[in-house]
């Protein structure tokens, strides 16, 4: 079995600063990969950012990085220089090797104060 | 590319009715997905289809819900009959394949959702 928790249910960070949100994880895979989804108030999910489980290496894509500790499974988003798009619900969500099923977290709402 | 398309955006309907929601999927995505979403449980897996077959609807509450997928650019959730407790957001999915290892991970593009209350 799969599970995602995101401990904080809420989030708010001025505009242009720095926020981390918390991500953990657990899974019996071997290997997996694991995903943030953003849901602004349009409701859409959109793809944040994805990282390869085998690989050492942090993702990035522009503002939005992880930090990715495979052995205290844990998956933080970094979202630096915020902005006031920035505002939505985010999900934490995993899958394993084989497995089409993604397992979501509860979910983290930020706040982005002007 | 439009996306994934859904439809209705919202349908309001009374309890005991039929309710018929929509997908069509991105083309060439092989994976379609049906998810709800509620306050209280939060992003929930239905079902799913590979090439147009049903491979899990485990998360398929009760026999009220069947969903169908009669070819690779259109699906269906139909919940019949309706109840109050199925006012959710309903979200469909398809997925493309990406990554390695073994299989590659599914990468969704999720729809703009259907808004169901059933009052």
């Known amino acids: 079995a799969q599970t995602v928790t995101q401990s904080q249910p809420e989030m708010s960070v001025q505009e242009a600063e720095t926020v981390t949100l918390s991500c953990t994880y657990d899974t019996s895979e071997s290997d997996y990969y694991l995903f943030w989804y953003k849901q602004p108030p349009s409701r859409q999910m959109i793809l944040v950012i994805r990282?390869?489980?085998?690989?050492?290496q942090n993702a990035t894509e522009n503002r939005f990085s992880v930090n990715f500790q495979k052995a205290a499974k844990s998956f933080s988003l970094k979202i630096s220089d915020s902005q006031l798009g920035d505002a939505a619900m985010y999900f934490c969500a995993l899958e394993g090797f084989g497995n089409e099923k993604l397992t979501f977290g509860t979910g983290t709402r930020l706040t982005i104060i002007p | 590319d439009a996306g994934v398309i859904q439809s209705p955006r919202h349908e309001v309907t009374e309890m005991g009715q039929e309710v018929t929601l929509r997908c069509k999927p991105i083309s060439g995505h092989n994976s379609l997905f049906w998810y709800r979403q509620t306050m209280m449980r939060g992003l929930e897996l239905l079902i799913y289809f590979n090439n147009n077959v049903p491979i899990d609807d485990s998360g398929m509450p009760e026999d009220r819900f069947s969903a169908k997928m009669p070819n690779a650019s259109f699906s269906t959730l139909k919940i019949q009959p309706s109840e109050p407790r199925d006012s959710a957001v309903y979200f469909c999915a398809s997925s493309s394949t990406w990554g390695g290892g073994s299989s590659g991970a599914n990468v969704l593009t999720f729809g703009a959702g259907s808004r169901l209350t059933v009052l």
């Open positions: 990282q390869e489980a085998y690989k050492q």
